[in-house]
């Protein structure tokens, strides 16, 4: 029993003393960007997506990997919410060839109708989960997506610009 708890605090502890380098570092979303004359250059979005990643790292945080696909996302439109972004979700488009509609496609979530967000969780991703994102931007005419794997240890995030 005693062994128990202090696993429990020495895990707590170092969750703790991790999250407080990831804020301090500003983690949420500071990728290795190129710099410009000594200037980081900004993607379109940037803001936007550093707010996206923090809140699935909270629902990765709090759930951990193991559930379905379906589980994070609705955590994850509760965390979105928290973070006052505006979202749809299971958002239909429509799939045209030649002026003549053949099919449709789902979002997963569409946050502030610039970001598309694609969950997953699955061992790794392969090149079809890259795909099925592209195809999706290419559909909206959008041209920033958000992959996320919720199955990993640590959440696999990929960013897709068209």
Sequence with gaps: ???VL???????????ENTKKMKKNNY?????????EGKRRRYQFEELSKKIIGAAIEVHRELGPGFLENIYEEALKIELSEYNLNYDSQKEIKIKYLGTEIGMHRLDLLVEKKIIIELKAVKE???IHFAQLRSYLKATGL?????????RPTLEIKRIVN
């Design 1 to 3: 029993m005693i062994l």
């Design 125 to 127: 991703f392969a090149d």
């Design 6 to 16: 202090f696993y429990f605090f020495i895990t707590k502890t170092r969750k703790d």
């Design 143 to 151: 041209k920033t997506g958000l992959l996320f794997n919720f199955s």
């Design 28 to 36: 949420y979303g500071d990728f290795n960007l190129e710099t410009v």
